[in-house]
């Protein structure tokens, strides 16, 4: 099964990183922080962070300039034989957007009777 996926947010960090995998090679990969801010259904904010790791380090320089804006990352999940796997579709474009298309002010807020 493969899904492509947008993971919509706010740009953090775009940071690579480097380890040695049990065979003792080098892998390298790049990590991006995403922050999203949402509203839960009861009108309380909803703010969490999550991490898109890409294989190796070509596409940092790409990434850097959207530092601070907000995106839409193409990645592909897949889960086969192996177990699930969530990578950096470069077959699609990095879509930055000037203000969160995630906006939810216009909702108003339920207050839970108490």
Sequence with gaps: MVVNLQMIGQL???R????KNKDGKTVEQT??????????EDGYKKISADVVLIEGHEDVDILRPHIGKFVAIPYIY????????CQFDRKMPVLTFDK????YTKYERKIPKV
């Design 12 to 14: 953090m960090e775009v």
């Design 100 to 103: 969160n298309p995630l906006d």
């Design 78 to 85: 897949s889960i086969d034989a192996f177990g699930v796997k």
């Design 16 to 19: 690579p990183n480097e380890y």
């Design 31 to 40: 990590e991006l922080t995403v922050l999203f801010s949402g509203m839960s």
